[in-house]
């Protein structure tokens, strides 16, 4: 089997981002060989609005042998076309697996709301580890100094407000209701009742609050610890339940390898 150093695609994620565990599951799923660049926050955005070429500083992002991919629908769209047929993409169920995601995908920014919210203040030294769990010692440096201005600069950029906060909590509530409402009737799986990027979608943007134990992250004792209140009104629901099942059924191994970024390397 071809080693994720030599695989001619290259995903740029940040350890903890959902957007990126979708694509690196999707991606291990379908065996498909990649290597996995784990980035550094404020370290990421120069590379990314150059590999991008959109404006935006969001991972993840797939380098290709031709071309970078910004936007984890963009990517799945990619893998469909250029990897296709895959299992979790199968041609005739896109439409449909697209409009699953995007109700997910929606809320993806509300789930990181939330969880900075309630762990900024109380958990700065578990958020410090994380975001320099990949870096450089001068990047881990600069983090570390610069942490009281970056997370003032994180809450304006991620708009966390108490107003903004209670909304994202509802719209939140609101997404795992409607899956519980399509899970009712006993499906296991959101479309054609087999696994899918849809499910795959749902389980990812969900798993900060699910606490998957297979997840690097938020499958860290430590991390469910720190967030333990906030996640509490929701971890038990038959919808988080089901993200876990999900996640033991069909997570597998990450493939990726986790390589450090050298930016001089990077490729735009
Ligand atoms: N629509 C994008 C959203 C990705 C996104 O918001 N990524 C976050 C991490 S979870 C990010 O890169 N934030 C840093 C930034 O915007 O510079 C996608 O689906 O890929």
């Not at 926050?41 to 290709?64: C, D, E, K, S, Y």
């Not at 993409?89 to 896109?94: E, G, K, N, S």
């Not at 570390?144 to 107003?163: D, E, M, Q, V």
């Not at 054609?192 to 134990?213: E, G, V």
Request: with cysteine; glycine share 4%; proline share 7%.
């Amino acid at each position: 089997m071809m080693d994720a150093a030599q695989a001619d695609l290259t995903l740029y994620t940040f350890a903890m981002s959902h957007y990126s565990e979708k694509i690196r599951w999707t991606l291990d799923h379908s065996r498909i060989p990649y290597r996995e660049v784990c980035m550094t926050p404020v370290f990421h955005m120069l590379p990314a609005l150059r590999m991008g070429r959109r404006g935006q500083t969001t991972l993840p992002i797939l380098q290709t042998a031709h071309w970078a991919i910004q936007d984890s629908p963009r990517i799945l769209d990619w893998l469909a076309q250029h990897r296709g047929p895959l299992s979790t993409l199968p041609p005739a169920d896109m439409t449909q697996i697209r409009e699953v995601a995007q109700r997910f995908d929606a809320i993806g920014k509300d789930v990181a709301r939330f969880l900075y919210a309630n762990s900024f203040g109380s958990a700065d030294e578990h958020i410090k580890q994380l975001w320099t769990a990949h870096a450089t010692p001068g990047q881990a440096a600069f983090i570390r100094g610069a942490y009281p201005f970056i997370r003032w600069a994180f809450k304006r950029k991620l708009h966390i407000t108490p107003r903004r906060c209670q909304l994202a909590q509802q719209r939140i509530t609101q997404v795992i209701e409607w899956l519980e409402s399509q899970l009712q009737d006993g499906r296991a799986y959101l479309v054609q009742d087999r696994f899918s990027a849809a499910d795959i979608t749902a389980a990812s943007l969900l798993a900060p609050i699910a606490c998957p134990r297979q997840h690097p992250v938020y499958g860290d004792p430590a991390f469910a610890h720190s967030m333990a209140a906030a996640i509490a009104p929701w971890r038990d629901r038959p919808a988080l339940q089901w993200v876990r099942l999900v996640y033991d059924r069909h997570r597998g191994a990450f493939s990726g390898g986790v390589f450090s970024p050298q930016p001089q390397r990077l490729r735009a």
